[in-house]
């Protein structure tokens, strides 16, 4: 059969399908803490379901994918409104309210009621707990809070800037300089590195993404056979991966050779299934993925610390997963209704 019979990977397909990949990849994510902290065993004790069981070990690749993509979509909004001011408004905006929601009065109740520690509560509210004590509870928060504010100045790096000839060779530099800068605090302050690396380590793929943006947002494409190539590097990061040839910061930055390939071959599967149901089913969990990120990783911390905490219970995961879901629902109608005047004070400025 002649290649030209096969469809290029259109670029402008991440696009396509942005809330379904969002939607994989939160649901990835849930159930691996599922398995990594309440111990579940997915494959019910059944040798043909380990390999599934395995699968959702790897569930932080997710990490992965939802970073990568943060890099590529966050091209689209500041290319449209290059204004900095705005654009971080924007972004602390839809980053803080689902945290304010979900777990502030928690929050409140913990560190204002019980421990009167006021200064704990502003940390914990501002995402500085994670980079100063290294509290990892909702981390990811932290580290898309710096990726946020950062982004103006990566986009100015890579597509505004003279130095070398092209944004590639500056993304190679930024990488370069990324790995050096964590290797160093690595070999200089390990405690401090301890801490943080579970975010440090994720930057590159962020990087990366944020070079993708401006291919994906020009709608380029990429020879069919890219997604054989991207399925080769999925399944070699899987094999490397359970061989544990990698360890530490290393074994971190190769979740990337398998993240970002999966993202294609997620696309590519969406489309070839053409399936509505479960685009739009996919498309649901995309859309609260953030809230669901933050209501997961909550009710599962109130649940290990209720009575009813059982490890290896898969039934009250299951359960947790629909309180997930309507948290998370919840949270975005309240959301929606709390920033509702904003927006039309927005429409009348601009008329």
């Not at 579940?40 to 004790?45: R, V």
């Not at 501002?126 to 950062?150: H, K, N, R």
């Not at 990061?237 to 910061?249: K, P, Q, R, Y």
């Not at 490890?311 to 879901?325: G, P, Q």
Request: charged share 15%.
């Amino acid at each position: 059969m002649k290649s030209s019979k096969f469809k290029p990977l259109q670029l402008a397909d991440l696009s396509k399908y942005k809330s379904e990949i969002y939607g994989i990849s939160i649901l990835w994510i849930m159930i691996f803490h599922g398995s990594a902290m309440l111990k579940l065993d997915f494959d019910l004790g059944l040798k043909f379901l380990k390999p599934l069981d395995a699968f959702i070990g790897y569930g932080n690749m997710g990490v992965e994918i939802f970073l990568f993509c943060s890099g590529v979509f966050l091209y689209f909004s500041f290319f449209r409104n290059p204004d900095i001011l705005v654009f971080i408004k924007k972004r602390l905006s839809r980053l803080f309210w689902p945290v304010i929601i979900i777990t502030g009065l928690f929050w409140v109740y913990k560190y204002l009621f019980i421990q009167h520690d006021k200064s704990l509560f502003v940390s914990k509210l501002t995402m500085m707990d994670f980079w100063v004590s290294g509290d990892q509870q909702i981390w990811f928060v932290a580290c898309i809070l710096v990726c946020y504010l950062i982004y103006p100045y990566i986009y100015s790096y890579l597509f505004d800037n003279k130095f070398l000839k092209t944004a590639f060779l500056r993304l190679l530099v930024l990488l370069a300089v990324t790995a050096l800068l964590t290797l160093t605090l690595r070999a200089t302050y390990p405690d401090v590195y301890k801490n943080i690396e579970i975010a440090l380590t994720r930057f590159p793929v962020f990087f990366i993404g944020c070079y993708f943006g401006k291919l994906v947002y020009e709608k380029k494409t990429l020879p069919w056979y890219t997604y054989l190539i991207c399925l080769a590097l999925v399944v070699f990061t899987f094999v490397i991966l359970e061989l544990n040839v990698f360890s530490n910061v290393w074994r971190r930055w190769f979740y990337m050779v398998g993240g970002i390939p999966l993202t294609f071959v997620i696309v590519w599967v969406l489309n070839l299934i053409k399936c509505k149901p479960i685009n739009k089913f996919f498309a649901f969990l995309g859309s609260i993925s953030l809230n669901l990120y933050v209501s997961h990783i909550m009710v599962i911390k109130v649940y290990q610390m209720s009575p009813l905490m059982d490890d290896k219970h898969l039934w009250h995961f299951l359960v947790m997963m629909v309180i997930f879901v309507v948290v998370a629902y919840a949270a975005e109608l309240l959301i929606k209704l709390i920033t509702k005047p904003n927006k039309k004070k927005q429409i009348k400025q601009t008329n």
